[in-house]
Every structure is written in structure tokens, then in C-alpha cells.
């Protein structure tokens, strides 16, 4: 879907750390661009961190976006003061701002309302469990008034609110009832046109290998690492299956000896576990794509990128009660458990007969592309439209 030139994005961020482009800090822009916008990032990243050979990979793959560095500064409200004087300097060139969080984004759009009337915001809200509760409750005095200004900023104050959960959609709506029709699901996705250019497809179910796949920081109190471990105790091992997980941005100091503590008292398991430092992306996928199923026991998350990864490489999706968990296993894509002996029961279930996860291994690629960000992006504008923030 293409668009006119003319039309400028903005994006405003409090980041300074040139790995997150890869993710859906990077990707929207990127996809924006791609579909014909003039788009601006503008964040605490310095333009001389692209010269830096380790972050060379993260800036190619968002070539054409024009970054913008402002210097980090005291924040207001949860926004970084230089950043709401660049919106006070520069709002009559945004034609769409993007801000992320709900709260974070008030005195901004304020600024930007009063500098630009016409101009049009969009706020994505990141959500994990512990979102919710951070809004004001309506059965106290303070509350209401907190929840009546937020419901004017809700009303007035932006044009587009999205979330990454049809759940914390459903919190929102029900939170800002005035403001159903601008409260959207988007979710987050991978990068299809990188897919595309490197050749990244996935293996036929039958080149596939018996393996569970997990991936993020191990040990944290989010990951929740020592449920998986449960889990390796109460299942009934078959054939050649084990579990890898990937360290993603590493493991916290305690993991070590918790997982060496752990195969001493279970020296049949350690065959069966196989633990990978931090991968570049295309190594990552190797194992996305290797993977039949992939196994997320965190506590919470806003959206669980690497499940979205698996799912577009094929793999079967096992997952705790996070917000996304019914987004991606509809359809029979995958299963949302509550215990530790609910997925050692069917991760032993899935290991003596794999039918499950053969018949399902269609659908599950099919689901994918809902994760890609060629089609969020193709949704985005079609709220833009709906909502009048593009003609």
C-alpha cells in the first residue's frame, strides 16, 4: 500500500541503544519508509554509532529512515525534556507522531497539539501483566480524577491508540469506553523482508528436528527459567528430544549454578539440554527454523517477540498465560498452560506422537504472517484511514 511522500512520520523515543532497531523500535519506521513515508527518527541514538562496526548490521537493515539525535535529559512526566523541546521546535513539520505508552505521551501531545492542530498522534502501549495495574483506580476519589484526565487525553488528545494484545485492547476499551474506536490491536512482528533477502525459509515439517526451543535473558524473575526446569522433571522423555535454549542477551550471575545444581540432582537430564550463548539473528533463526516447538514459561510479557520468530519458521507455539498467549496459539497454532505439569503433560504427549504438531504445521505458517511486518504495517495504515489521520 503506498502513500504520498510528502507525508512525514516522526517517531519519538528515549533509546540509545542501536540493537533495538531490530525490534519493533526499528521495524516501524522502516516498514513506514518502505511504504513511501518521509520518516524521522528521533531518539538519544548518536548518528556516529552507525561508523561502529558492531552496529553496522542494525542500521543496514533500516537504510532509507533519518535519524535525528537529541542528547539525553531529565525526564517530565516520564519524557525526556529535550525531546519535548524538539516537538515545541519541530511540530509543524510532523504530520504523525508516534509516542510509546499511554501516560508517557500526555505532555507531549499536549505540546504538539497546541504547536500543530492538525497534526496527528499515535500512541502505541506496550503492556505486560503488570501494566494494568498501574492505572489509576476508579473506586477512589484520586483515581476518578486521574481516570478524567486520561479519559480527555484518550478522547482529544490522540488520534490512534494501539496495543499488542487483543487482551490489553479489551483492558483499554473497557478502561476509556469513549474511546473505543480509536483503541486498536497491533501487534508486533518479524521482519519479512529481511526473509526475503537473506533466503530465510522454513524446513519442511519432515526436515525438522526434536527439538523445544526457548529464547531470552535465562534466569530472570520474567523468564521464569526454574519452571522449565519443572517441567524437564516431570516429563516423559522420548526418542532424541531435548530442549536449547538460547541466552538472548545473556543469563543473570545466579544461573549458572542454579542449572549445574540442578543436573546434579538430575545427572539423566543434562543430554537433554542444551544451552547457546547470544546469537546473531540469522544464527537464531537456524535454530527457529530447526525447532518444532517453541516453549515460552515467562511470568509476563508485552508481546514475546521470539514466539512471533518461531511461529514464522513453523514452530508449534507451548506458552504460560502471558497477554499474548491466546493471540498466537488461535487456531490450533498452539497451547496456553497454566502449570508446570500442564506442559510436561503435553510436551510428553507431543514427543510420543507428533500428529499434533504435523497437522498443525500448515496453520501454523499461515498464523505467521500476521506477525509480519509487510501486513501490520498494511493494517496500521488502514486504521490511519478509518480514523482519518490519512486521506
Known amino acids: 500500500m503506498q502513500t504520498n511522500k510528502k507525508i ?4 519519538l523515543i528515549t533509546v540509545s541503544e542501536p540493537f533495538l532497531l531490530l525490534k519493533d523500535v526499528g521495524m516501524i519506521p522502516f516498514y513506514l519508509y518502505n511504504a513511501g513515508y518521509d520518516v524521522h527518527f528521533v531518539s538519544h541514538i548518536l548518528s556516529t554509532d552507525a561508523t561502529k562496526p558492531e552496529n553496522a548490521t542494525y542500521f543496514k537493515r533500516v537504510a532509507g529512515i533519518k535519524f535525528e539525535h537529541v542528547p539525553p535529559s531529565r525526564r517530565i512526566f516520564g519524557f525526556s525534556w529535550n ?6 521546535s519541530n511540530a509543524k513539520k510532523m504530520d504523525i507522531l508516534l509516542i510509546y505508552f499511554f501516560k508517557s505521551a500526555m505532555l507531549p501531545s499536549l505540546i504538539y497539539k497546541l504547536r500543530n492542530k492538525n497534526g496527528k498522534i499515535w500512541v502505541k502501549c506496550d503492556m505486560d501483566g503488570s501494566s494494568y495495574n498501574n492505572y489509576p483506580s476508579k473506586a477512589t476519589f484520586v483515581g476518578r480524577i486521574k481516570n478524567k484526565i486520561f479519559e480527555q487525553f484518550a478522547k482529544k488528545g490522540y488520534d490512534l491508540i494501539t496495543a499488542e494484545s487483543n487482551m490489553a485492547v479489551d483492558f483499554l476499551r473497557n478502561y476509556y469506553p469513549q474511546s473505543q474506536h480509536k483503541i486498536r490491536y497491533l501487534p508486533d512482528g518479524v521482519d519479512d523482508i529481511w526473509f526475503e533477502n537473506q533466503g530465510v525459509t522454513p524446513f519442511p515439517y519432515g526436515q525438522k528436528e526434536n527439538i523445544i526451543l526457548t529464547v531470552g535473558r535465562l534466569g530472570t524473575f ?9 517441567c524437564m522433571e516431570k516429563m516423559q522423555w522420548q526418542g532424541d528430544w531435548k530442549i ?3 541466552a538472548g542477551s545473556g543469563t543473570t550471575p545466579d544461573f549458572a549454578p542454579k542449572l549445574e545444581a540442578f543436573f546434579e540432582k538430575n545427572p539423566h537430564l543434562r543430554e ?9 539473528h540469522k544464527e537464531l533463526f537456524e535454530y527457529y527454523r530447526r525447532a518444532k516447538i517453541v516453549c515460552c514459561t515467562s511470568r509476563f510479557e508485552s508481546f514475546g517477540l521470539f ?3 518461531g511461529l514464522s519458521m513453523g514452530d508449534y507455539v507451548v506458552t504460560t498465560p502471558i497477554c499474548t498467549a491466546p493471540d498466537f496459539v488461535q487456531g490450533g497454532c498452539g497451547v496456553e498452560v497454566q502449570t508446570s505439569d500442564e506442559m510436561a503433560s ?5 514427543m510420543a506422537d507428533e500428529t499434533a504438531l504435523r497437522e498443525a ?9 500476521e506477525f509480519y511486518w509487510s501486513n501490520i504495517i498494511n493494517t496500521l495504515q488502514t486504521y490511519w484511514k478509518e480514523l482519518h489521520l490519512i486521506s
Not at 8 to 11: A, C, D, L, P, R
Open 8 to 11: 512525514s512520520f516522526y517517531f
Open 83 to 88: 525531546l519535548i523541546k524538539y516537538i515545541w
Open 222 to 230: 520474567q523468564k521464569n527459567t526454574e519452571f522449565l526446569l519443572e
Open 244 to 246: 536449547v535454549a538460547v
Open 272 to 280: 537433554r539440554f542444551e544451552l547457546v550463548p547470544n546469537l546473531q
Open 307 to 309: 514466539i512471533a520468530e
Open 346 to 350: 503435553f510436551l510428553s504427549y507431543v
Open 361 to 369: 504445521y500448515p496453520r501454523v505458517l499461515e498464523h505467521a504472517k
